[in-house]
């Protein structure tokens, strides 16, 4: 499996973006995927989560009501919705799967995940 990421750039505070992450190599249907992002100095954390088994999706409170994680089956690819970015939001932005269905409260371990995209940087300008 390879992913790879994009969709980054410079936006202004309230603006929005659409990050991509496209994925070869993939089969079968208990995939959880999910988007990250590291901020300079501070630890990656997780943002949006989803499960293929039953399309259910998490999404860190920091970003719930803004940020939307969605897939398209057709083309093995997922995406990341970002509106009303704030300049907390800046950071690189990496999409990230695993083989497996996780349960809710190992969405947000990075250990649970095996593959990972190269990363795209989000700048907000406030």
């Known amino acids: 499996v390879q992913l790879q990421a994009s969709g980054g750039g410079l936006v202004q505070a309230g603006g929005s973006l659409r990050l991509s992450c496209a994925a070869s190599g993939f089969t079968g249907r208990d995939y959880t995927i999910g988007w990250f992002r590291q901020a300079p100095g501070k630890e990656r954390e997780g943002v949006s989560f989803?499960?293929?088994?039953?399309?259910?999706?998490v999404n860190a409170d920091s970003v719930k009501g803004r940020f939307t994680i969605s897939r398209d089956k057709a083309k093995n690819t997922w995406y990341l919705q970002m509106n009303s970015l704030q300049p907390e939001d800046t950071a690189v932005y990496f999409c990230a799967a695993v083989k497996r269905r996780l349960i809710i409260s190992s969405l947000r371990n990075i250990a649970s995940y095996d593959y990972w995209g190269q990363g795209t940087l989000v700048t907000v300008s406030s």
């Open positions: 989803l499960r293929y088994s039953d399309s259910n999706t």
